[in-house]
T-cell receptor, first 117, second 111 residues
Framework: DQQVKQNSPSLSVQEGRISILNCDYTNSMFDYFLWYKKYPAEGPTFLISISSIKDKNEDGRFTVFLNKSAKHLSLHIVPSQPGDSAVYFCAATPSFDRGSTLGRLYFGRGTQLTVWP | IAGITQAPTSQILAAGRRMTLRCTQDMRHNAMYWYRQDLGLGLRLIHYSNTAGTTGKGEVPDGYSVSRANTDDFPLTLASAVPSQTSVYFC??????????FGPGTRLTVL
């Protein structure tokens, strides 16, 4: 049972335009959400996160929006660059699982973003 | 700072053989994780460890075992490899904010 869903396996965007990657979750106990970026033959790298007490978090060209009522989050990349081409994973974790060291992440299946010149 | 290192980088293994994937971190994180990544399935948690001396099962633990003798090392063992264990394996650790840091991965092929 996939608790974190990325329904678009791929997205193609022109350089300079906005990329919007979407993620839905089903577990209402999730309260911390993360986005990871993965290049081929490398491990995923942390990109940006958001706590459920916020509805927006921004870091340079990357902004994550959280809509708790819809159990939906999105990652906006503006402007998109060819170097942004990668697989993006959405992840979430529930508060009860965090304890003192924070708990396991539940990952979506990823969205392949291609930014073309 | 190396972060997370994994060994080997890749391996071809005959079915039925035993194999241990190594993972070492130098960030002194308490929690560590093993994932496998398969095309179209994303990252699936195999086993995890919240602190040295403790381990737990993830969503796909069958055929795998782990140990956590100290903070830095978290090896993953396939006791008797099967072709369905062909995958890319990632080790990770998490900081106090819940952000996980991943190693470069081990590509394993079981024939």
């Amino acid at each position: 049972d996939q608790q974190v869903k990325q329904n678009s396996p791929s997205l193609s965007v022109q350089e300079g335009r906005i990329s919007i990657l979407n993620c839905d979750y089903t577990n209402s106990m999730f309260d911390y959400f993360l986005w990871y970026k993965k290049y081929p033959a490398e491990g995923p790298t942390f990109l940006i996160s958001i706590s459920s007490i916020k509805d927006k978090n921004e870091d340079g060209r990357f902004t994550v929006f959280l809509n708790k009522s819809a159990k939906h989050l999105s990652l906006h990349i503006v402007p998109s660059q060819p170097g942004d081409s990668a697989v993006y994973f959405c992840a979430a974790t529930p508060s009860f699982d965090r304890g003192s060291t924070l708990g396991r992440l539940y990952f979506g299946r990823g969205t392949q973003l291609t930014v073309w010149p | 700072i190396a972060g997370i290192t994994q060994a080997p980088t890749s391996q071809i293994l005959a079915a039925g053989r035993r194999m241990t994937l190594r993972c070492t971190q130098d960030m002194r994180h308490n929690a560590m994780y093993w994932y496998r990544q398969d095309l179209g399935l994303g990252l699936r948690l195999i086993h995890y460890s919240n602190t040295a001396g403790t381990t737990g099962k993830g969503e796909v633990p069958d055929g795998y075992s782990v140990s956590r003798a100290n903070t830095d090392d978290f090896p993953l063992t396939l006791a008797s490899a099967v072709p369905s264990q062909t995958s890319v394996y990632f080790c990770a650790s998490s900081d106090e904010l819940g952000r996980q840091y991943f190693g470069p991965g081990t590509r394993l092929t079981v024939l």
